[in-house]
């Protein structure tokens, strides 16, 4: 069965500017969780969406948001873009909020 | 959720066992510790959990202590493409924490030949 896919792969904004990542997680699964990941951070949780609704929420700034529709599919979106946003960002799925992990291969967002 | 600690990094030979310890000391009952590994930024892939109970599978062995505080996960026959960085979690089965997955800076494993 298909994985966790995520688009875009890469990209590239200038600061200011607003991005918009997507997730489709594995059928049949509920939970979706997005993470950031730097060099300097490491791997950070955003938030996660469980049919349809932020059930948890990790200390980002209220510029990073998210949401998931009916399909389970998810969106995490970055406004006013700073260059401490460049990181990857990678999304996961499960079946329920406790169960295993699945994640992408993440998008790579470059802020110039 | 409960913070875990890891080793920065550590080496094994390979077609040796790789012992990587994890602790998790302020573990609650009703968290899980699970294992994932990432390889050149690539999205983490699961290993293996477990609650109380040590755990086997195709990958890895998982031995979690009788007091739950720390836990070693074990690749018996590590190869060169068991480089990566392992990280250990301690996931919510419910609860308010329920789906937030807290990863510390994992232990950086490099199989030498």
């Not at chain 2, 250990?88 to 924490?97: D, F």
């Amino acid at each position: 069965k298909a994985g966790v896919t995520q688009t875009p792969r890469y990209l590239i904004k200038t600061r200011g500017q607003q991005v918009t990542l997507s997730c489709s997680p594995i059928s049949g699964h509920r939970s979706v969780s997005w993470y950031q990941q730097t060099p300097g951070q490491g791997l950070q949780f955003l938030f996660e969406y469980f049919s349809e609704t932020q059930r948890n929420k990790g200390n980002f700034p209220g510029r990073f948001s998210g949401r998931q529709f009916s399909n389970s599919r998810s969106e995490m979106n970055v406004s006013t873009l700073e260059l401490g946003d460049s990181a990857l960002y990678l999304c996961a799925s499960s079946l329920a909020s406790y169960g295993e992990l699945f994640f992408g291969e993440g998008s790579r967002l470059t802020v110039l | 959720d409960a913070k875990t600690t890891q080793p920065t990094s550590m080496d094994c030979a390979e077609g040796r066992a790789a012992n990587l310890p994890c602790n998790h000391s302020t573990i609650s009952g009703n968290e899980y510790v699970y294992w994932y590994r990432q390889i050149h930024s690539q999205g983490p892939q699961y290993i293996i959990h477990g609650l109380k109970n040590n755990e086997t599978n195709e990958m890895a062995s998982l031995i979690i202590t009788e007091d739950r505080k720390s836990s070693t996960l074990i690749l018996p026959h590590a190869t060169l493409r068991d480089t990566a960085v392992y990280y250990c979690i301690a996931r919510s089965r419910g609860g308010y924490n329920a789906g937030k997955s807290t990863f510390g800076d994992g232990t950086t494993l490099t199989v030498k030949p």
